[in-house]
């Protein structure tokens, strides 16, 4: 069975390791860069973007990151960590003059809050590319992708927007799979991280 690697920094990465662990696979914290050796893959959880991307500046695990992923290793981002990916970031905070680092591993832009802020949150029965019923999708202050460069494809859309890419061993997800008790998609992230990309459909 692969390794899966949650990024323990911040935010639902709880939430990711029981449903990873409900289906039989190996997770590891990933806190240091040290916590990547030997792994298949990796989730970015959800939570606060720019809160986890001060810590992973404090941790040294920007470069790690890009590093495992060239390697070859699987990454799933899911709402903040889909942020986290992007090539570009819109909607980061004034305070930061309006910028905010990503690790630039997704051919897309990210909206960040694109559906609006905390109480405009919401579940939604979502149609997902390769899935026979919709998949029950949370949205938490959830991002979009705004553009969507040539090298991912888009797998759902919400209200018109893209919230779910594939490209690759990158899959990004606008919503929070691992507050559902809908295993489907965390299924899918083992399988993209066993095999070679390109063989794996949803
Ligand atoms: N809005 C948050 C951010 O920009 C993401 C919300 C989430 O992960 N649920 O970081």
Same mark, same amino acid.
């Given at each position: 069975?692969?390794?899966?690697? =949650?990024?323990?920094?911040?935010?639902? %990465?709880?939430?990711?390791?029981?449903? !990873?662990?409900? +289906?039989?696979? *190996? $997770? @590891?914290?990933?806190?240091?860069?040290?916590?990547?050796?030997?792994?298949?893959?990796?989730?970015?959880?959800?939570?606060?973007?720019?809160?986890?991307?001060?810590?992973?500046?404090?941790?040294?695990?920007?470069?790690?990151?890009?590093?495992?992923?060239?390697?070859?290793?699987?990454?799933?981002?899911?709402?903040?960590?889909?942020?986290?990916?992007?090539?570009? =970031?819109?909607?980061?905070?004034?305070? %930061?003059?309006?910028?905010?680092?990503? !690790?630039?591993? +997704?051919?897309? *832009? $990210? @909206?960040?809050?694109?559906?609006?802020?905390?109480?405009?949150?919401?579940?939604?029965?979502?149609?997902?590319?390769?899935?026979?019923?919709?998949?029950?999708?949370?949205?938490?202050?959830?991002?979009?992708?705004?553009?969507?460069?040539?090298?991912?494809?888009?797998?759902?859309?919400?209200?018109?927007?893209?919230?779910?890419?594939?490209?690759?061993?990158?899959?990004?997800?606008?919503?929070?799979?691992?507050?559902?008790?809908?295993?489907?998609?965390?299924?899918?992230?083992?399988?993209?991280?066993?095999?070679?990309?390109?063989?794996?459909?949803?």
């Amino acid at each position: 069975p692969p390794r899966i690697g =949650v990024l323990a920094l911040q935010g639902a %990465f709880r939430e990711h390791r029981r449903l !990873l662990e409900s +289906l039989g696979s *190996t $997770v @590891q914290e990933v806190r240091l860069p040290a916590d990547l050796a030997g792994l298949d893959g990796l989730i970015l959880p959800g939570g606060e973007s720019t809160t986890m991307a001060h810590l992973l500046t404090e941790y040294g695990l920007w470069e790690p990151i890009r590093g495992f992923s060239a390697g070859g290793g699987a990454i799933w981002g899911t709402c903040a960590g889909a942020i986290l990916l992007a090539r570009e =970031v819109r909607g980061a905070p004034p305070q %930061f003059g309006g910028r905010q680092d990503s !690790l630039y591993l +997704l051919d897309a *832009t $990210v @909206q960040r809050n694109a559906f609006g802020r905390q109480i405009n949150s919401f579940a939604a029965p979502l149609p997902v590319q390769g899935l026979d019923t919709p998949f029950p999708a949370v949205f938490i202050r959830a991002p979009a992708f705004s553009e969507v460069g040539a090298a991912a494809a888009v797998l759902a859309h919400w209200e018109g927007q893209a919230v779910m890419l594939r490209q690759g061993n990158i899959l990004a997800t606008a919503f929070h799979p691992e507050l559902t008790n809908d295993s489907r998609l965390h299924e899918f992230f083992l399988k993209m991280a066993v095999k070679s990309p390109e063989s794996v459909q949803i």
